[in-house]
């Protein structure tokens, strides 16, 4: 009896209330037949363009400054810039400066075939590899320009004869003596060869060890030849970080003939020499040297520019306008377009 009156009972009892379910945020419908509502207008709005004040005052400083370098130049007549337009293109200038190109063209082209050799020796896994090119990088890097130059040209008072033939024998295929092999010209060849070289290893051994070690192991899993590796893999990845380095050598190693003056082979600086001293006129002749060095240095930049963008193709999605390409889109972009007349 008690049993049952306990199970009406608890049947009786009132339940709990369900969880009221989350209704949807109402949404803001216009009523039937009201126009559609429209989006706010901005064209009252006015544009404000961000303040650069102290831009503009530095553009100014900077303006005035350039403004009144070139008035100077303009303007003093000690700049004698009618005696630096009588020699720039003198006959004596000209064939001095085909001498600093040939120089130039000699010894890097050298400079970097040799640094390349010695830079694959600094990375093999021969020791003695290793240390020969260690030795000749230290040696030449260490020592300046002008002596080795001196010593180059000086090398007849250490050997009298240079022969070819087997080592620790007296066979002799060429002998020649080393005062008529070694001219002026292959003194300086010598020195600005063996010089850059020593430079042009570091740099080619720093751009091959940027290459990421990862993508040799998969070539190499690939089964892709050792050559083709270091042809098709690394070198193209590693002429993006030589280059720009490489460039700078070579501007340099321009610049560098100049020193060749001390052999009294005449080069463009050598030249300049030469004639201001017969003729008193030493800053105009120093502006022509120089006006020449700057024509030089501004070509080797462009070649430097368009090689460095080829060899980006594979590092940058979109490659950057050329000058060419920049000056078009600018004018493409602020010409005024025509505007239809009213008939």
């Known amino acids: 009896m008690s049993s049952a009156a306990t199970k009406v009972a608890q049947s009786q009892e009132p339940q709990p209330a369900p969880a009221a379910e989350a ?23 006015r544009v404000v363009a961000a303040r650069h004040p102290w831009r503009w005052v530095g553009t100014a400083v900077v ?45 890097g082209i050298l400079g970097f075939v040799l640094g390349f050799i010695l830079a694959l020796m600094r990375l093999s896994a021969s020791p003695l590899l290793v240390s020969v090119s260690w030795t000749f990088s230290w040696i030449f890097r260490s020592t300046p320009l002008l002596v080795q130059m001196l010593l180059w040209y000086n090398l007849g008072y250490l050997y009298e004869k240079i022969s070819l033939g087997i080592p620790f024998t007296d066979v002799r295929f060429f002998e020649v003596q080393t005062t008529t092999l070694i001219s002026q010209f292959a003194a300086a060849v010598l020195g600005l060869t063996l010089n850059q070289a020593a430079y042009s290893a570091e740099i080619i051994r720093g751009g091959i060890l940027s290459v990421d070690q990862g993508q040799l ?68 002749l120093l502006l022509v040297a120089t006006l020449w060095y700057i024509v030089i240095t501004s070509v080797l930049s ?42």
């Open 23 to 45: 209704l949807p945020e109402p949404v803001d419908v216009p009523p039937a037949g009201a126009p559609p509502r429209q989006a706010p207008d901005y064209s009252s709005y």
């Open 63 to 107: 303006a005035i400054g350039v403004l009144a370098v070139a008035w100077s130049l303009a303007t003093n007549p000690r700049w004698e810039w009618g005696v630096v337009t009588q020699w720039f293109t003198a006959q004596s200038v000209v064939h001095g400066l085909v001498e600093t190109l040939k120089l130039t063209a000699i010894s």
């Open 217 to 284: 192991e998969a070539a190499a899993a690939l089964g892709i030849p050792a050559w083709r590796r270091s042809t098709r893999i690394v070198l193209p990845q590693a002429m993006r970080a030589i280059l720009p380095t490489a460039f700078n050598e070579i501007i340099g190693l321009v610049k560098g003939t100049s020193i060749v003056y001390v052999l009294a082979y005449s080069e463009l600086f050598y030249t300049v020499q030469v004639i201001y001293n017969r003729t008193q006129q030493v800053l105009p």
């Open 302 to 343: 462009v070649f430097q520019y368009y090689i460095e963008r080829h060899y980006s193709k594979g590092a940058v999605r979109n490659l950057p306008l050329t000058p060419l390409q920049k000056a078009r889109k600018f004018f493409a972009t602020h010409a005024a377009v025509p505007t239809r007349r009213n008939i």
